[in-house]
């Protein structure tokens, strides 16, 4: 099926440019796009062909004689593009409400129909870990929430904590009570499906702790 559309691409555009997943249904694909990125519907329209989002239908329509699409919806307006080596439709500097349902209908001789669901993620920032009470090295981490965020303290291996929120204008924090005698072990781990970013706790903590530190010198 789908792969006969990959017919004669090379292997690394797609798998750079047009990765796509099955889902539970065999016509729609999962896939994900990035704030401000590329995205490639891969599927190949030579001749004739549409590309359908969502509500508002057709986007973008491919003909013989006029090998360009014509777009019809001002927000696409220099963003969508249809490559006529390729076959496929492009659309470039992603944003978070581009998310939706795509289709690509190619009506060459072949028939066919795709679904794309497409959801846009921005990249995380670093998250921040800040020193909440030194004498306790009570630290809290926070970064900045969106689309499908986790916030997470682990120790080596170990998750610790972990946090997410529906309610993407409050920026997520996870306090975390940290074992000074092992406080380079912990990571604070901010991720989403398309970027993770880690912090570590800084050296305040335990430098203005010096009864804990005390112990471990040896003379
Ligand atoms: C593809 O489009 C370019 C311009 O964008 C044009 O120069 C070229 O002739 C086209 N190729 C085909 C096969 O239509
Ligand atoms: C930070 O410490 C203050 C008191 O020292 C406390 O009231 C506050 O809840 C702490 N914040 C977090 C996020 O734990
Ligand atoms: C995880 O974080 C929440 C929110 O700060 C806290 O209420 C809970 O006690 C923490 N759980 C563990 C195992 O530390």
Redesign the pocket.
């Known amino acids: 099926m789908t792969t006969l559309q990959y017919l004669g691409i090379s292997v690394r555009f797609i798998i750079v440019l047009c990765s796509a997943q099955h889902s539970a249904q065999p016509e729609t694909f999962q896939v994900k796009g990035i704030v401000g990125k590329i995205h490639c519907f891969p599927v190949m329209v030579l001749k004739s062909g549409n590309l359908l989002y969502g509500d508002l239908g057709n986007i973008a329509h491919v003909y013989p004689g006029k ?2 699409p014509t777009n019809l919806e001002k927000r696409f307006k220099n963003r969508l593009h249809w ?3 390729t076959g496929f439709f492009t659309l470039s500097d992603l944003q978070i409400d581009d998310s939706g349902v795509y289709t690509v209908e190619n009506t060459d001789e072949w028939k066919t129909t795709h679904t794309f669901q497409l959801t846009v993620y921005y990249v995380l920032s670093k998250p921040q870990v800040t020193v909440n009470d030194s004498s306790s090295c009570t630290v809290v981490c926070s970064v900045e929430n969106g689309r499908e965020v986790t916030l997470s303290w682990y120790r080596g291996g170990e998750i610790l904590n972990q946090t997410s929120s529906p309610d993407h204008n409050i920026a997520l924090s996870l306090p975390l009570k940290v074992d000074v005698q092992t406080r380079d072990s912990y990571r604070c781990e901010a991720a989403n499906p398309v970027s993770k970013e880690t912090a570590v706790v800084p050296h305040s903590c335990i430098e203005s702790d010096p009864s804990k530190v005390t112990g471990k010198r040896i003379w």
Request: aromatic share 0%.
């Open positions: 090998r360009t490559n006529n080596v």
